[in-house]
């Protein structure tokens, strides 16, 4: 199966969906040229295509395996591992230097460490995106290792001393050392602060770990030499609950102070689970036995830690829904283009079946479908960037808000788009969907977790309509519908001085805005448990009008630019405003009503009826 | 995990949104008394919890293996099959004698077997419905064995000769013998006018088939002494395509004239695939060399012989859809009744997820899905019951149609619905439905075949906007949407007299129908073309609606008699017009548009962009 990375999708995107542009102009990115941007995407998509590819379908058959306390990865991660490290694409958003620029929002700190080198390309989010949907594309269990590692570098980078940082990043900031989360707990998934795992002082400014940790993301391995694990853990005598938890880096092996690992720490993957799909992901039981570990932030901090950086892996979550679709896109569009079945209306005999009108139907709702998630990701990675390089403070801040309220339907809409969009490739392929050889079944297999990890889906729906909608009373959810409001009016405009038919977009654009602002509206007066209730739907609603209107705006912007895409992209977007733009009114229902008819039915007669 | 089929929910939709009783009142019913259907109904949950639901996850991790061309079931289901045969489960809606009644729509010809004895009990398609639902619920890939044997049985006695029925259909209602429909080949999915296998009379009446079939589900196995093959294969000289195709008989072990099973046939599993789910019904590449074979029905009139069989095997497929949906629904709700993670709004500490508002959403999306899919099984096995058993003519006729109709929604709408339940139910399990042990993803793995087989759910739409709504003009559609607009009426007056809160379902039901009246008359004046593109949102628009009103139509009845399940239903059913019903609409702008945007984009361009 050969995977193509939809480079001219991005481009195109990256031009008329957001404002790249000015993205360009601010004065961190003047380097930031577009022939840059083509070799990186260039680049990004050999490395995708020629080393990450092929060894997916191999990954998920042999997946990888736990023997002796030893993870060993599946035949060729090792080695692609390598050539992903030796390319320097994990520092592609690093800072260049610490005290330098960093994607994660935050600055280094330590003044005595202004200026040193870390090796970083400081690259804007927005490339990071494009690049990493093409891994995730070509290799998703791959892919999860270097965002792994990304996320400890923000954290170190964010909340640890200068010694810490002086020690770890350089080698994480190549990739030549992994990074490791550890979270959950049996106990403690979505609610972190029932978390057990104990940290002890050890008198000498270092503490000792004990307790177990389950479901961690490439836990241990052998594709580095040493892996510098985050662990969330108690103090001693700290409160209860969310409010004592502190956060610990502790490495696989301990390191000396010229950065050399030596001895084993206390640190061991004891199992390994036997998942639905991303074989070759290395999810692990991990058992810390007094592991030796330095407290990263201000003690009883950790969730607080935690959470500043958690942003960056929900976006990329959302990103992988997108890059897993494209290729089960891809696979489906192949497939379909291939195989003969059935008489093609007005087509010659031996016509394939992509020439069947529901088949096509099947492949247009793919390509676009991922389109308009695509679309939000990066307008979320955009937010981002901005919130960083803008050049005024208010309209950082205004961005700084636009990314907080864009984050949770980016991971929440991307990800249910990832299964939808694999579960319509596997019908395309009837009978050989089913069957594990054709892959398709994979993808589908390997999508289904993104909406369960980093947040499940509800949780990013109650982030969205708690935290991002009502507690600012709507005002940043205002300000995006007003910017969509600006959409639907260019798009007016356009359509009639031009001549251009783009009314069908226009209807579709305007009911669904009505039934964002007065979902909205709702989301901001009901009650907590209400709220609660609504959250899916109405994450499910601004999903499909935030998503139509960015395709809509790409495709107003590409025609007036001329851009030799546009006729193209303008008739996915009219499929778009069918078959997901208009869906966005039918959510009302479910909103509007809310908790009530949920928990109408009494809970102890849901097992007899 | 336990399994405790729904036999509340089937007993009140018998009851309630179909009209039992009228069944009942028919001559050929007469022994149909309540108390004899809970008996079955008991009966077969007792037989689903007990003997295959424990099975079932075994059977996931085994599967069936393929060694030196013999099939060896997973460990347990031998044994399984045995209980189910000796329970003369089998012979649930086979006739009761030769020349008796018989579901499947045909009477057994041949006036010298009159009334010889078969042991089948002659029960109609609704109770065969019921109980297999709870089958499917409880192990999917057993429950695919008796379904193959009840296709074959109804084959041969639809078309076979007097002699072949009298020598195979006795052991096949016990369930001594198996059946297997032998269909597919590469290049002959959907397009079975495509197939290759061979027939060449052997001059003694007999035919030797040569060929390869693909996907045949218990092609082989060791449950039983013989499989009894049908098998589509081209006589020499036969017409191209669809019009020069027959139907054989072959059994796996030939048969001497007393019945006893002898000399091996011709016919052998050559390779087990490897499927995405229901691991332990082996599907076979089955290669037939020169096995010897009888006709059955006309030369050349194959494809028609097996179509008029394919009905009740596609609604069987919607029945899987709700049964492994029901089991997915149970296993996330117990699930949710213990699993703890974070506070539950106005509830002590402690207290299980089952009362967060997401989930508790989640848990009602799939109940009330369920239940709108079984109803419209249980509509479409009524309306074929009742073209048998209705005394006059006229309505046998018009109920002919209405099963006709409803067939290919409840393939499509109940498998579609599996797969959304089942993935909901992962979603419900976090982090936890993703690993393999908890079963929620076997559920959501199994259930994905159901929307490809007995031919996909595309294929179903385009039966149902082509042969079943254009062909006729709209007569049987609209002969439907009046009986929903009774339904509708109905309801009015019931809330409008009893101050009984429907209103919420009125007005769902109201706009559903004013869709479902607009879709239907834009899909019988729109040409091949846009119909072939409109078929599926016209399929789900449907679906959406019908079930509505028959859930509606159930509480309507329930709470005029009283049932003490009224008030939860009446519950259930608010959710369901909110989640469900309330889409309807929604589908209305791809319908319209039809064919247009689906081919606008040039499908050489769809790998460009």
Request: aromatic share 6%.
């Amino acid at each position: 199966m050969t995977f193509s990375p939809p480079i001219n999708s991005i481009q195109y995107l990256l031009r008329h969906a957001i404002d790249f542009r000015a993205l360009q102009a601010c004065p961190t990115h003047s380097d930031l040229s577009d022939e840059l941007v083509l070799d990186i995407l260039v680049g990004g998509a050999a490395f995708a295509s020629d080393v990450l590819a092929p060894i997916n379908r191999g990954g998920d058959e042999n997946g990888a395996t736990l023997k002796g306390g030893v993870v060993t990865t599946a035949p060729g991660f090792k080695e692609a591992y390598k050539a992903y490290t030796d390319a320097g694409w994990q520092g592609l958003s690093a800072p260049q230097s610490i005290g330098g620029h960093v994607s994660g929002g935050q600055e280094l700190g330590g003044q005595e460490l202004g200026g040193q080198e870390l090796g970083g390309m400081g690259l804007p989010m927005v490339i990071s995106v494009a690049v990493n949907e093409m891994l995730y594309g070509a290799n998703m269990a791959f892919g999860l290792a270097p965002m792994l590692t990304g996320s400890a570098m923000n954290a170190i980078i964010a909340h640890a001393s200068d010694e810490l940082k002086k020690l770890y990043l350089p080698k994480m900031v190549t990739g030549e050392w992994s990074g490791g989360m550890n979270l959950t707990e049996p106990q403690a998934g979505s609610d972190l602060g029932a978390l057990r795992t104990k940290a002890t002082p050890n008198g000498d400014g270092s503490y000792a770990l004990s307790g177990q940790k389950i479901f961690i993301t490439w836990g241990d391995h052998d594709c580095t030499d040493n892996i510098v694990h985050l662990v969330l853990a108690r103090l001693p005598d700290a409160p209860a609950g969310s409010r004592g938890i502190s956060l610990f880096l502790a490495p696989k092996f301990l390191v000396d102070a010229d950065g050399n690992p030596g001895e084993r720490n206390g640190i061991t993957a004891i199992g390994l689970e036997h998942k639905l799909g991303i074989h070759a992901s290395p999810t692990c039981v991990m058992e810390f036995a007094g592991a030796k570990a330095w407290l990263v932030g201000p003690e009883n901090r950790g969730l607080v830690c935690m959470f500043t950086m958690m942003n960056e892996a929900r976006l990329f979550v959302g990103v992988q829904g997108v890059g897993i679709g494209e290729r089960a896109f891809q696979t489906a569009l192949a497939y379909a283009g291939e195989r003969v079945q059935g008489r093609v209306a007005g087509a010659e005999p031996g016509a394939p079946i992509s020439g069947h009108g529901d088949v096509r139907r099947m492949l247009m709702d793919m390509k676009s479908g991922i389109m308009g998630a695509r679309a939000i990701n990066l307008a979320c990675a955009y937010a981002l960037d901005m919130s960083e390089a803008a050049p005024d403070e208010e309209a950082r801040t205004a961005d700084r808000a636009r990314q907080a309220l864009l984050t949770p339907i980016a991971k929440a809409y991307g990800s249910d788009m990832g299964v939808a969009v694999t579960s319509t490739g596997v019908q395309i392929h009837g009978g050989m969907g089913f069957i594990e050889e054709t892959g398709a079944a994979q993808h589908y297999r390997d999508a289904r977790i993104a909406p369960i990890y980093e947040g499940t889906n509800g949780i990013q729906a109650l982030d969205l309509a708690g935290r991002k909608v009502r507690r600012d009373g709507g005002a940043a959810m205002a300000a995006l519908i007003g910017d969509l409001d600006v959409i639907l009016a260019d798009t007016k405009d356009i359509s009639g001085n031009n001549g251009l038919d783009l009314g069908c977009n226009i209807r579709h654009l305007e009911a669904g805005l009505v039934a964002m602002k007065s979902a909205t509206g709702m989301v901001i007066a009901m009650d907590e448990i209400d709220s609660h209730a609504a959250a899916v739907p109405y994450l499910d609603l601004c999903g499909h009008v935030i998503s139509g209107a960015l395709l809509i705006k790409s495709v107003v912007s590409g025609l007036k630019a001329k851009d030799p895409h546009a006729p193209a992209m303008q008739k996915l977007v009219w499929h778009h405003s069918l078959k997901y733009l208009a869906q966005a009114p039918a959510y009302l229902a479910q909103i509007k009503c809310a908790a009530a008819p949920v928990f109408a039915y009494p809970e102890d007669r849901l097992a007899d009826l």
